[in-house]
């Protein structure tokens, strides 16, 4: 029962996870496309109550007039109720949170450890695991403010930061299983996303808000510098969101995760997602004039798409023992004992499934032969080591399965 209400717990976590992600990245790919579509006001109007850019959009059968203030309208007045754009980041990171915990950290033996890499301990894995979340901030949130700021800044901000992704990535895959490694890094760099709307943008704009409602004069430009780091941090925000969101995803695929060179591959992918993430960013300004096509970010992204895909293309393999043409239940049996029993046996049932059973092996036919043969995700990590024999020998079980139930 408690491993059914942990999938139970994984599956409606991983459902809000996405809701509230999407919710997320929507409002804030929204905001970035905005503010790059932005025109200087003509209006008299417009420029009196201190509009720093406005556009038109039609949607939905109406029209928006968005306008934007670089500190607050004219004399401080808001005149509707003020939205916060902030619930979407801390839900994402809660749940997200509550996700790892519930599948790594609960299950550290299974997901998190892979002791042919590391052998350690669940208490320390699991440590290791959330430092890296923590480190990462620290030393992130150090460099945009020791260079943020200064002449070419951002492009100091951004070879730093290559540099320390790079390392963690390596280090991740040097202490954790594959599949884990890729999530801890994705991790590492949305934890730093919300930290950055949690303590900066937030913040920022609360102070903003609090000199305009407070009925005392203030100085614009002195409050001017929140805007700015708010602006700052939401930047690197939106091209943080392509290479975390591949981690995510990388998890049901173990061609990558579990490639020897993996953070290599984890990098390369990240890279490529921020390369695309910048043609995105940069067309807006592109198409009013106020910046380079921004083609060859794309082209380059996509050719190191492209490289990965040749890179990680399986290497030919030499032909096996002949197996027979039909291969019997008792034949697979020895290999689910060997390799599967572990997690799917007596003492443990994970996601539920117990494969020391022929008739729950033959009612999960479809999956095994999926998960086993032809995704080749279970076992996970390969941790009991199933040879491509043996996973040969189960499909080929699963394709006689109509012509072998007499014969099981």
């Given at each position: 029962?408690?491993?059914?209400?942990?999938?139970?717990?994984?599956?409606?976590?991983?459902?809000?996870?996405?809701?509230?992600?999407?919710?997320?990245?929507?409002?804030?790919?929204?905001?970035?496309?905005?503010?790059?579509?932005?025109?200087?006001?003509?209006?008299?109007?417009?420029?009196?109550?201190?509009?720093?850019?406005?556009?038109?959009?039609?949607?939905?059968?109406?029209?928006?007039?968005?306008?934007?203030?670089?500190?607050?309208?004219?004399?401080?007045?808001?005149?509707?109720?003020?939205?916060?754009?902030?619930?979407?980041?801390?839900?994402?990171?809660?749940?997200?949170?509550?996700?790892?915990?519930?599948?790594?950290?609960?299950?550290?033996?299974?997901?998190?450890?892979?002791?042919?890499?590391?052998?350690?301990?669940?208490?320390?894995?699991?440590?290791?695991?959330?430092?890296?979340?923590?480190?990462?901030?620290?030393?992130?949130?150090?460099?945009?403010?020791?260079?943020?700021?200064?002449?070419?800044?951002?492009?100091?901000?951004?070879?730093?930061l290559f540099i320390v992704v790079c390392f963690a990535a390596w280090l991740a895959c040097q202490l954790f299983a594959g599949r884990?490694?890729?999530?801890?890094?994705?991790?590492?760099?949305?934890?730093?996303?919300?930290?950055?709307?949690?303590?900066?943008?937030?913040?920022?704009?609360?102070?903003?808000?609090?000199?305009?409602?407070?009925?005392?004069?203030?100085?614009?430009?002195?409050?001017?510098?929140?805007?700015?780091?708010?602006?700052?941090?939401?930047?690197?925000?939106?091209?943080?969101?392509?290479?975390?969101?591949?981690?995510?995803?990388?998890?049901?695929?173990?061609?990558?995760?579990?490639?020897?060179?993996?953070w290599l591959v984890l990098v390369l992918m990240m890279l490529a997602g921020a390369l695309i993430r910048q043609f995105f960013v940069?067309?807006?300004?592109?198409?009013?004039?106020?910046?380079?096509?921004?083609?060859?970010?794309?082209?380059?992204?996509?050719?190191?798409?492209?490289?990965?895909?040749?890179?990680?293309?399986?290497?030919?393999?030499?032909?096996?023992?002949?197996?027979?043409?039909?291969?019997?239940?008792?034949?697979?049996?020895?290999?689910?004992?060997?390799?599967?029993?572990?997690?799917?046996?007596?003492?443990?049932?994970?996601?539920?499934?117990?494969?020391?059973?022929?008739?729950?092996?033959?009612?999960?036919?479809?999956?095994?032969?999926?998960?086993?043969?032809?995704?080749?995700?279970?076992?996970?990590?390969?941790?009991?080591?199933?040879?491509?024999?043996?996973?040969?020998?189960?499909?080929?079980?699963?394709?006689?399965?109509?012509?072998?139930?007499?014969?099981?």
């Amino acid at each position: 029962m408690d491993a059914y209400l942990l999938d139970w717990a994984n599956l409606l976590l991983r459902w809000l996870h996405v809701i509230v992600a999407i919710a997320w990245i929507g409002s804030s790919f929204y905001f970035v496309f905005l503010d790059n579509n932005l025109l200087a006001p003509t209006a008299d109007d417009l420029k009196k109550k201190g509009v720093d850019g406005a556009m038109w959009a039609v949607h939905g059968g109406g029209f928006y007039n968005p306008q934007k203030y670089m500190v607050a309208p004219q004399g401080g007045i808001i005149d509707s109720k003020l939205h916060w754009f902030y619930w979407e980041s801390y839900s994402t990171w809660l749940s997200g949170f509550a996700l790892f915990v519930v599948l790594y950290l609960w299950n550290a033996n299974a997901f998190l450890i892979d002791k042919q890499v590391m052998d350690w301990s669940p208490v320390a894995a699991g440590a290791a695991a959330v430092g890296f979340l923590a480190v990462f901030w620290f030393i992130y949130d150090a460099i945009c403010r020791v260079f943020g700021f200064r002449p070419d800044g951002e492009r100091i901000v951004g070879a730093l930061l290559f540099i320390v992704v790079c390392f963690a990535a390596w280090l991740a895959c040097q202490l954790f299983a594959g599949r884990a490694a890729f999530l801890i890094v994705g991790a590492m760099l949305a934890t730093t996303m919300s930290a950055n709307v949690f303590f900066w943008i937030i913040p920022g704009q609360r102070k903003v808000v609090a000199a305009m409602t407070g009925g005392k004069a203030y100085d614009a430009s002195a409050l001017a510098i929140h805007g700015q780091r708010g602006k700052q941090r939401s930047v690197h925000n939106t091209y943080f969101t392509l290479p975390v969101i591949f981690a995510m995803l990388s998890n049901h695929y173990s061609f990558v995760y579990s490639h020897p060179q993996r953070w290599l591959v984890l990098v390369l992918m990240m890279l490529a997602g921020a390369l695309i993430r910048q043609f995105f960013v940069q067309r807006h300004g592109w198409h009013l004039g106020r910046a380079a096509n921004p083609w060859p970010y794309a082209a380059a992204g996509v050719v190191l798409l492209a490289a990965v895909i040749v890179w990680l293309r399986p290497a030919a393999q030499p032909a096996a023992a002949a197996l027979p043409e039909t291969v019997s239940y008792a034949a697979v049996r020895p290999v689910l004992e060997q390799r599967c029993y572990q997690c799917h046996g007596e003492a443990v049932q994970m996601k539920n499934l117990r494969f020391d059973s022929q008739q729950q092996v033959e009612t999960h036919a479809q999956q095994i032969y999926q998960q086993v043969v032809v995704n080749k995700l279970m076992p996970l990590s390969n941790a009991t080591q199933m040879t491509d024999v043996e996973r040969a020998l189960i499909g080929r079980w699963f394709e006689g399965q109509g012509a072998n139930k007499g014969n099981k």
